[in-house]
């Protein structure tokens, strides 16, 4: 079981930066591949970036290629998404998620992942 805490969203106004982080409970996080997700108004939810467990891979959506950056510290059982070059269509719910199956491939489908947090606003002003 892994408990998943997102922090670090708010409010940037077009071209800035803001950097997530989310914390997981649980020992076994260094073992989970994990995930960034989100959801505008009235759109599905979309993946983001995901990072192996290891660290060794990671993997972006086109749309914040080359903008945003995964990264994750298995000591302190944090995952950090830091984006740059902010645009008003990143607006969204950032959701944070861990998946422990499948994990020799880095998932961009939301179905592989088992555990998510309760997400953070970001919201970039034009």
């Known amino acids: 079981q892994v408990q998943l805490v997102e922090s670090g969203g708010g409010l940037v106004q077009a071209g800035g930066s803001l950097s997530l982080s989310c914390a997981a409970s649980g020992r076994t996080f260094s073992s989970y591949n994990m995930g960034w997700f989100r959801q505008a108004p009235g759109k599905e939810r979309e993946f983001v970036t995901a990072i192996h467990w290891s660290g060794g891979t990671t993997r972006y959506a086109d749309s914040v290629k080359g903008r945003f950056t995964i990264s994750r510290d298995n000591a302190k059982n944090t995952v950090y998404l830091q984006m740059n070059s902010l645009k008003p269509e990143d607006t969204a719910v950032y959701y944070c998620?861990?998946?422990?199956?499948?994990?020799?491939?880095?998932?961009?489908?939301?179905?592989?992942?088992?555990?998510w947090g309760q997400g953070t606003q970001v919201t970039v002003s034009s």
């Open positions: 998620a861990a998946s422990n199956r499948a994990v020799g491939v880095v998932r961009s489908i939301s179905d592989f992942y088992d555990y």
